[in-house]
């Protein structure tokens, strides 16, 4: 299958993927016993989706038996600015890289669809194309395609691209020669777990997604817990510290994709604005974008955290304004933002003035400062 190898790689080079590589179907041992682990310490959260499916995640034919190889794509959206360079902005909100464009799963299913729809018309293939929309693991098989490795961050470096590459899978009844999976090229390096805000890593090459202000931001629907909100400085939705000072974004070049070039609201957001939002402007601001996804309340807890942090007092008035918002994660927030930034007799005032009509036990914690009933993990705390 020299012939359709050589043809569907370059086609997917023609459709504008500039990472491609192809990885056998068979299992992995290695990436399932990686997987089972990271479940058995518990890193998952609240993911409660990784444990119900971790068997597929863990063999790509366990996904689908008729599997044979695996076409897997990388579209480079490295940026053109340092995403640090923020941080000092304390008033201004941090928005993850990826998620300042265009949603990329869009934009990855559409030239999928087009390298899938090649494939079935010239070499009368079955497919199935993933793009981050089913339990495939896609950095291991990334890696065994030879576009990359999982560094000490778990997540790809590819010696061309960096660290900066949205992954895409076509699954295919062909049998396709594979690629050499790419070697580590970390090194004696931990310049990624150094920096690490929340020390998510508990060791090289093993994430606690619990302490990830990634997973935080975006995928954990409760509270955050109070140990972790001074460490999130500005970021609202994500974190790239560990992504961008990988050495190997020297390589890296800025995206050349138009739908992933950032939006100007999403460079350096004013965190007072984000506030504001309900959640019908919610929807509008960001439709077409990952961060809709997440829903306004979560967001603008984020967004209260940051203002918590921030140190200026001129946002407080933001702040005091969504002690009687009607979702809890976003009331709490508010509550612990506006003890932040007030003076103690101002705060007590307003908790004479609040705390004796709230019923939700979370938000009661704020304001007598125990904080909240669950932590991130959903342990009781200690």
């Not at 597929?56 to 044979?68: F, N």
């Not at 464009?101 to 194309?129: N, Q, S």
């Not at 994430?207 to 995928?219: F, G, M, P, Q």
Request: proline share 7%.
């Amino acid at each position: 299958m020299t012939d359709a190898r050589d043809a569907i790689l370059a086609q997917a080079r023609s459709l504008g993927f500039q990472a491609v590589g192809v990885a056998s179907a068979d299992n992995a041992p290695a990436d399932g016993e990686g997987l089972r682990q990271f479940l058995r310490l518990g890193y998952a959260g609240d993911m409660a989706w990784l444990p119900r499916t971790a068997e597929r995640c863990a063999a790509p034919r366990a996904l689908w038996p008729e599997a044979r190889s695996v076409v897997v794509v990388g579209l480079n959206y490295g940026p053109a600015h340092d995403p640090l360079r923020l941080l000092a902005a304390r008033t201004r909100g941090i928005v993850s890289a990826y998620a300042q464009g265009r949603d990329y799963h869009d934009v990855l299913k559409r030239r999928l669809r087009r390298l899938a729809r090649f494939v079935v018309d010239t070499f009368a293939a079955e497919v199935k194309l993933f793009v981050d929309t089913a339990p495939v693991m896609e950095k291991p098989l990334a890696a065994r395609a030879g576009l990359g490795w999982q560094g000490k961050h778990t997540n790809l470096v590819s010696r061309r691209h960096g660290s900066w590459l949205f992954l895409g899978e076509l699954f295919t009844t062909l049998d396709l020669a594979p690629d050499d999976a790419e070697a580590d090229h970390c090194g004696s390096c931990r310049q990624c777990l150094d920096v690490c805000p929340t020390d998510a890593f508990p060791a090289p090459y093993r994430l606690d997604a619990r302490r990830c202000i990634s997973y935080l931001t975006i995928e954990h629907k409760g509270h955050i817990a109070p140990e972790f909100r001074e460490a999130m400085g500005n970021r609202i939705y994500g974190c790239d510290d560990c992504l961008a000072v990988c050495p190997w974004n020297k390589f890296a070049r800025r995206t050349e994709e138009y739908a992933f070039l950032p939006r100007a609201e999403l460079t350096a957001p004013r965190l007072a604005d984000l506030a504001a939002l309900d959640d019908r402007t919610f929807r509008t601001v960001f439709s077409g974008s990952p961060i809709k996804r997440t829903g306004r309340d979560r967001f603008v807890r984020n967004v209260l955290i940051a203002i918590g942090n921030c140190g200026d007092v001129t946002v407080l008035p933001v702040a005091k304004g969504l002690l009687g918002d009607p979702s809890p994660l976003v009331r709490a927030m508010a509550v612990w933002a506006s003890q932040r930034l007030a003076p103690p007799a101002a705060f007590a005032a307003l908790r004479a003035r609040h705390a004796p009509a709230e019923r939700d036990p979370d938000v009661l914690a704020e304001w007598h400062g125990t904080g909240p009933a669950t932590s991130a993990s959903g342990d009781a705390p200690a």
